[in-house]
């Protein structure tokens, strides 16, 4: 049974276009994650949620929109696609507090053509 | 701003031998640090950390090493096995918990 998952694995979307990636954990974690990994191999947070509520937004356009309907879940919407938005974007969780590991799902392949 | 830094973008090791991969970081924050092993196609999955109290934890053929004042840490596996080729994040996290920054990664090839 899959402890961070996400959906879909990979993604083909032209520009202009809106899509969402999904993201469930089944590990009772209260605080999930996205990371993007672009060409330069580089895993940068995006959005972190502790018990739904958003802690940190990095320099993310505002293109960019996370949406958690409960602490299992935290989706990832994107509007307007632009050629750069292409990269693997991963979801993570931890639990609360010190000292702990982010679990990842697999990682969603985007390309914006 | 990158934080967490991995000059070596990759690494070659005869299987048997020890592999040694570096990870640097700036933040004084940061007193949590952890290693992920990625392989393609695959989410980066925890392998070992070491709080900041400690300057070395051991679990098996992995060890990681820790030197606050120079904010550095490295990773050894010792002896390197083919299955161990793979992609290296080094990551930290600051005291507040709950944030982890990456660096760019080390791939490790094992040569059999």
């Known amino acids: 049974d899959t402890a961070v998952s996400q959906t879909p694995k990979y993604l083909v979307t032209q520009m202009g276009n809106d899509k969402s990636i999904k993201c469930e954990q089944n590990?009772?974690?209260?605080?999930m994650y996205w990371y993007k990994q672009d060409s330069k191999k580089f895993l940068k947070i995006m959005f972190s949620?502790?018990?739904?509520?958003?802690?940190i937004n990095e320099t993310v356009p505002n293109r960019f929109s996370p949406k958690s309907p409960d602490k299992a879940h935290l989706n990832l919407h994107i509007n307007s696609l632009e050629l750069g938005d292409s990269a693997v974007y991963f979801c993570?969780?931890?639990?609360?507090?010190?000292?702990?590991?982010?679990?990842f799902g697999q990682g969603t392949r985007l390309t914006v053509v | 701003d990158q934080q967490v830094k991995q000059n070596s973008p990759s690494l070659s090791v005869q299987e048997g031998r020890i592999s040694i991969l570096n990870c640097d970081y700036t933040?004084?924050?940061?007193?949590?640090f952890l290693w992920y092993k990625k392989y393609p196609a695959e989410g980066p999955t925890f392998l070992i950390s070491?709080?900041?109290?400690?300057d070395k934890n051991e679990d098996g053929r992995f060890t990681v090493f820790l030197n606050k004042s120079a904010k550095h840490l490295s990773l050894h596996i010792v002896p390197s096995q083919p299955g161990d080729s793979a992609v290296y994040f080094c990551?930290?996290?600051?005291?507040?918990?709950?944030?982890?920054?990456f660096g760019t990664g080390t791939s490790l090839t094992v040569i059999p």
């Open positions: 070491i709080s900041s109290i400690k």
């Open positions: 933040n004084s924050m940061f007193d949590y």
């Open positions: 993570a969780s931890s639990s609360r507090g010190l000292n702990t590991e982010a679990f």
């Open positions: 990551a930290a996290s600051p005291y507040t918990g709950n944030q982890f920054y």
């Open positions: 949620y502790n018990n739904k509520e958003l802690i």
């Open positions: 590990l009772g974690h209260d605080t």
